[in-house]
């Protein structure tokens, strides 16, 4: 491979990770659409059945064995402090990698995988009062008519929540 082939293959590789930069898969929780970066979504699958492990927090609500791996499970909603709900076949696991560890997020229906472009996100609400809320979010997203909430999934579930939720998984 010359020179010149190796700068065209570093070219497309950052083009690749730009569009992948901007690009959400949506999910509903209730009536918002919420937006995770597709950089960290590994799998999206039908819910099944979760297993219990005692002594976690309520919004953890157990593991799954995802092809002989145990991944936690979280419910946005509860972790999110919103009204729990009844699941239905709608309702969906998203797996996501987040430093290297593997957890299912529990949310309402996953829809489908937008881009959005840069110039189409704005920061987040910076609100006194609500930002221990707002450290989820990493910025609002405008498709169309819509506003989407785009999650920052490094600081959705802290380095200490995943290996406390990593080790109390293990021991199920």
């Known amino acids: 491979m010359s020179d010149k082939d190796s700068a065209d293959v570093d070219m497309f590789q950052e083009v ?6 901007n690009k959400f898969l949506l999910c509903k929780l209730g009536n918002e659409v919420y937006g995770i970066n597709i950089i960290y ?4 699958i039908e819910l099944q059945k979760i297993t219990e492990v005692p002594d976690m ?3 953890v609500q157990g593991v799954i064995n995802l092809r002989g791996n145990v991944i ?3 419910d946005l909603r509860i972790r999110f402090g919103m009204e729990s709900r009844e699941y239905d076949d709608r309702t969906v696991i998203t797996v996501v990698k987040i430093r290297e560890s593997s957890i299912g997020f529990i949310v309402d229906t996953a829809t489908e995988v937008q881009d959005i472009p840069e110039k189409n996100i704005d920061p987040p609400p910076n609100f006194q009062e609500s930002g221990e809320k707002n450290r989820y979010i990493a ?3 405008k498709h169309e008519e819509q506003v989407i909430i785009l999650l920052d999934m490094e600081k959705l579930i802290g ?7 990593q080790s109390g998984a293990g021991e199920a």
């Open 57 to 59: 927090p309520d919004y």
């Open 72 to 74: 936690p499970v979280i």
């Open 139 to 141: 910025g609002l997203g």
């Open 159 to 165: 380095e200490e929540e995943i290996e406390s939720i």
């Open 41 to 44: 979504v590994t799998d999206i």
């Open 16 to 21: 690749d990770e730009e569009v992948e930069e």
